[in-house]
């Protein structure tokens, strides 16, 4: 069954450290999402990719956050440096239609 | 500002009965509106689906109905069932625009 593959599962780090995300959507998905979960809350977009054109990206924080696409298929999204409020839970999601989105098993960030 | 809306954070239901799960959105635009179920260290997976243009669509034990003049959406799953425990995740959109996903509701199915 094809799924949306995520890694690191788990990643902690240090406040002012960098990380990344990496996304493999299901094979064919031209529609690419990053999300962030934060405990108690449902999950919020914060960028979305057309094969590899970004086509909204208005809840990034562009200052430190960063995602790329640079061939249409998987995804890394960056952080640097990161920051005790960004420890959340992020979630990629892929889709081949619009309405209905995949979502992989997320990345559980902790920053300490 | 929160444009959908789960008020209940948690529900409890005995098994065989039946759950109504609750969510409020603001726009009026919106037309296209999914439900997805989350269990622990996993992703939110797709439920149900319902789009403005219907007030019910229903798939085996699950049920969403829509009142677009009361701007609320619901999923009923009748009987429940313990492997039904889980967060339920509403999420709406205007087609083409991103979704935006309520807070979620627990649900409890006590055997």
């Keep these: ?112 | 500002d929160q444009q959908v809306k789960q008020n209940s954070p948690s529900l409890s239901v005995q098994e065989g009965r039946i759950s109504i799960l609750n969510c409020d959105y603001t726009n009026s635009m919106f037309d296209y509106f999914l439900w997805y179920k989350k269990y622990p260290a996993e992703g939110p997976t797709f439920l149900i689906s319902i789009s403005s243009i219907k007030d019910k669509n229903e798939d085996g034990r699950f049920t969403v109905f829509l009142n677009k003049s009361a701007k609320h959406l619901s999923l009923h799953i009748v009987p429940s069932q313990p492997g039904d425990s889980a967060v339920y995740f509403c999420a709406a959109s205007l087609t083409g625009n991103q979704f935006y996903f309520g807070t979620g509701t627990s649900l409890t199915v006590i055997p």
């Design chain 1, 1 to 112: 069954e094809a799924e949306v593959a995520q890694s690191p599962r788990y990643k902690i780090t240090e406040k002012s450290q960098a990380v990344a995300f990496w996304c493999d959507p299901i094979s064919g998905h031209a529609t690419l999402y990053w999300y962030r979960q934060i405990l108690g809350q449902g999950p919020e977009l914060l960028v979305q990719f057309q094969d590899e054109s970004v086509v909204d990206d208005s809840q990034l924080p562009k200052d430190r956050f960063s995602a790329e696409r640079l061939k249409g298929v998987d995804s890394t999204l960056k952080i640097q440096p990161a920051e005790l409020g960004d420890s959340a839970m992020y979630l990629c999601a892929s889709s081949l239609s619009y309405n209905e989105q995949f979502f992989g098993p997320g990345t559980r960030l902790t920053v300490l």
